[in-house]
């Protein structure tokens, strides 16, 4: 007989079993699949995941973090909901299967402490500014230090049961510590990795993360040391320090050694993948042997793990998925499996619950009132504190290794797991309505090409994702016409997934200082190639190079965030769609970006359609240019024909702007806009006064049947390199009627598309410009200077 002791709530239940049955021989010999530890195993995988994913579906798009859906599937499948054993789903989620999922789920949970490591980048602590070190010094220790006097107020005033009594004061402190990785977590299910505010958190958190780890294992050794009762704990904190010393000067040369021994665009290992298996295993062996919680060593390893590619990327990129997804939720029903709420007392739940507000309170006031000496808004304050009072994970890891140390009894636990799933559930929806990160782009100054001081350097921004599109942002440079008399400011972004990393990561490469990322080969030719041209054109073109690491879901708030601190005019962004020599290829994440800069950008946007026509790809020595303008009508139109005006002002460039009009126009369908469009043209036909390679043309149509007939044939009876666009055209005329059926990209506005559509035989490149403009913008204004910062300053921008 082989006998295994599951401990279950405050009881220990012997389960015998035959040797030989663990595993069932199948239903035609008479075996049930639910009698047997293995094949329940499966069937709870399965079950855990799918409930899990199901409930993720529903929770997510009401503001709701992965961790909540995690947690209810976990206490839906505990004795607490699932008690009669009878039940199909007490059959499988049974008593005597507890000890093997307890195994997997202490497996899948290693393993994941060991991908928050290496998500981790410590270098944020060294990176943090004064105001983020104040921030996550107040969250931990304002909660931790209000907590414990309102515990040993409770302890000393209030009748309570012993167990509760003994652990009061580490009840009340685990509940006033949060986690990095949580709140990370939380921000890239909110969307605001990208945004200040989430900025602002994710080093904060980073502060008082660290300190709340520190804390832990104090705790833990200490505790441990007085349940030995040898005097050991110097013994134990001497172990911790010979652990860390294997790890950094030991096995971090090795990981380091893989790094360099792995080519460059080449896939990592399998030999080295399995040789950091072996060593987050024997890491979490050493942990347990000298009496630290096996997930200590697995989680410091992976925080030496060098984020990012090569090592670190690929590592979350061959577990993530599978542990986050499959074995992971067999965690969370583990931890139901500890909770029996028949069994709490409700004097218990006052007490504890008492203690989970005060600390929710001092984590909200411990961010929110440094951030408000920094003069951080009430409303971002406020948020803020939110997002630091957010526990997971990590937390309920730790309450469990805390429980099986008596630190905090078994009743207590299953309270404040409760709160924490409570409090969560309520703050996040909260987070989701205060915070919007797009009210920092509603500036009420005009930032386009139009209102900006023609005699002033023009700031324009271009964006990269990958290195095809650099030929066409500097084509896009070469043809704005930067001159010693009308210099170009010009800001380049590469950006990046994020990929083996939490938090997302701006740097500025700058040519007078060598940072660590600046070793990324996937930068590097765009670093190269721009500081070329800047060096060529050293007297009309400033180039300011960044590289941004971010999810696609928040990425374009990356890109706003430098445009609105450098006052941008003009962002460029390359179509989701690019054209080669082997056909076309479609990057769909590049479109949700777009899409995203379009409705949040503060300043004017361009989306750049590249079809080899402006030089690099097309005619490397090409030096002239024929540029064509397609005007209809509005502020989108206007923009594009200011743009086009400076593009004019280069000898090299003939420049035809062509007027798509009805017959009559100053009749019925004259809208408000058409006194500023005719002056935006007359501004135009005095500037090409003298030019003869300027052209202005006006083409008639009296429906949209004719304007689709006349702007395709524009298209193709001249030879243009470029052809300028406005996305919209502010107009009710009969000539848009209809083509909003045919829309194949709505970024790119009705003649845009009609210009780029897969039906089109249009093969000309096309730039589609969107100006920024709001409701209570004032168009008749005079042009306002953007100039209130000198761009070299830019020079001295610190990585964050």
Same mark, same amino acid.
């Given at each position: ?11 220990? $239940? ?7 049955? !663990? ?18 195993? =499966? ?10 994913? $199901? ?13 909540? +859906? ?29 000890? %093997? ?12 402490? $060991? ?8 270098? %944020? ?8 070190? !104040? ?8 909660? %931790? ?64 993360? $660290?300190?709340? *780890? ?42 380091? *050694? ?72 067999? =965690? ?41 000496? =920094? ?67 509603? #500036? ?27 030929? #066409? ?5 070469? !043809? ?98 690019? *054209? ?103 501004? =135009? ?74 039906? +089109? ?40």
């Amino acid at each position: 007989m082989n006998t295994t002791v599951v401990p279950d709530l405050n009881k220990a $239940f012997i389960v015998c079993m035959e040797r030989d049955s !663990i595993r069932s021989r199948g239903i035609f010999f008479g075996d049930s699949p639910f009698a047997f530890p293995v094949t329940g195993l =499966y069937l709870q995988f399965s079950i855990s995941a799918l409930l899990t994913a $199901f409930l993720q579906q529903i929770l997510t798009p009401l503001g709701e973090s992965a961790f909540v +859906s995690q947690m209810l599937v976990g206490i839906a499948m505990g004795p607490s909901v699932v008690a009669d054993e009878s039940s199909f789903m007490g059959k499988v989620f049974s008593k005597k299967s507890y000890y %093997m999922s307890e195994t997997f789920a202490f497996f899948g949970s290693m393993l994941y402490m $060991f991908l928050v490591g290496v998500r981790m980048d410590l270098s %944020m602590i060294r990176r943090s500014g004064r105001k983020a070190v !104040i921030i996550g010094l107040c969250s931990f220790f304002m909660p %931790m230090t209000l907590n414990t006097i309102i515990g040993v107020i409770l302890k000393n005033s209030v009748t309570m049961e012993p167990a509760l009594k003994n652990d009061l004061l580490f009840v009340a402190a685990f509940q006033s510590i949060n986690s990095f990785h949580v709140i990370v977590c939380l921000l890239a299910d909110l969307k605001l990795l990208n945004s200040e505010l989430g900025r602002l958190a994710s080093c904060s958190s980073m502060i008082s993360g $660290f300190c709340a *780890w520190f804390w832990i294992v104090l705790s833990f050794s200490g505790q441990q040391s007085l349940q030995s009762k040898n005097g050991s704990f110097g013994m134990m904190v001497l172990s911790v320090c010979c652990l860390l010393i294997l790890l950094i000067c030991i096995l971090k040369p090795i990981l380091m *050694w893989m790094i360099k021994h792995t080519p460059d665009k080449i896939a990592i290992s399998e030999g080295y993948v399995v040789t950091i298996f072996v060593m987050i295993l024997g890491t979490s062996f050493v942990s347990e042997v000298i009496g630290q919680h096996f997930l200590f060593g697995p989680m410091i390893l992976g925080i030496i793990v060098p984020d990012g590619p090569p090592l670190g990327s690929a590592l979350v990129d061959k577990l993530e998925t599978f542990i986050s997804c499959i074995i992971l939720p067999s =965690y969370f029903v583990f931890s139901g499996s500890k909770m029996n709420f028949s069994a709490v007392h409700l004097k218990t739940v006052w007490i504890v619950e008492f203690l989970a507000l005060w600390s929710f309170i001092g984590k909200v006031l411990g961010a929110m009132v440094p951030a408000l000496f =920094y003069n951080l808004a009430a409303v971002d304050a406020f948020s803020l504190g939110l997002i630091m009072s957010a526990q997971g994970i990590t937390d309920a890891l730790t309450l469990q290794n805390a429980m099986i140390l008596k630190l905090v009894d078994q009743e207590s636990y299953s309270i404040m797991v409760v709160s924490i799933v409570f409090l969560t559930g309520i703050t996040t929806p909260i987070i989701k309505a205060l915070y919007k990160p797009s009210k920092r782009y509603m #500036s009420h100054r005009n930032r386009t090409i139009q209102h900006a001081d023609t005699n002033a350097e023009l700031r324009m921004m271009g964006c990269i994702y990958h290195q095809d599109n650099t030929h #066409s942002i500097m084509d896009f440079l070469k !043809i704005s016409n930067p001159t010693p008399k009308r210099p170009i400011c010009f800001y380049v972004i590469h950006l990046l997934e994020l990929k083996g990393r939490s938090a997302p990561l701006l740097i500025h490469h700058r040519p007078d200082k060598k940072n660590a990322f600046q070793s990324n080969h996937d930068s590097d030719p765009i670093i190269n190639a721009f500081r070329s041209y800047e060096k060529q054109h050293s007297n009309s073109v400033l180039v300011n190079l960044f590289s941004a690491i971010s999810p696609y879901a928040s990425m374009h708030d990356e890109i706003c965030s430098v445009a609105l601190e450098k006052r941008v005019c003009l962002v460029v962004v390359p179509f989701h769609k690019q *054209w080669g020599s082997h056909g076309t290829e479609e990057f769909k994440p590049m479109r949700s970006v777009n899409q995203n800069i379009l409705k949040m950008a503060p300043c004017s946007v361009g989306i750049l359609v590249d079809r080899g026509t402006l030089g690099s790809k097309g005619y490397a020595s090409k030096t002239s240019f024929r540029i064509g303008m397609i005007f209809v009508g509005g502020h989108d139109d206007r923009e594009a024909l200011a743009y086009a005006m400076r593009i004019g002002e280069n000898p090299n460039v003939s420049l035809t702007v062509i007027r798509v009009a009805e017959p009559n126009q100053e009749g019925k369908y004259r809208d408000d806009n058409w006194e500023l469009d005719d002056g935006t043209i007359n501004e =135009y036909k005095i500037a090409m006064v003298g030019k003869k390679n300027h052209v202005y043309k006006v083409e008639l149509a009296s429906d949209s049947v004719e304007m689709v007939s006349v702007i395709r044939s524009l298209s193709l009876e001249d030879n243009y390199d470029l052809i300028l666009v406005g996305r919209h055209h502010g107009s009710t005329s009969r000539l848009f009627i209809g083509l909003t059926e045919w829309n194949e990209f709505p970024e790119l506005g009705y003649i845009g598309d009609m210009l780029v559509s897969s039906d +089109s035989d249009c093969k000309v490149s096309v730039l589609v410009v969107q100006q920024h403009t709001f409701a209570n913008d004032d168009h008749s204004s005079i042009k306002s200077a953007i100039v209130d910062m000198p761009c070299d300053s830019v020079r001295g921008l610190s990585v964050s």
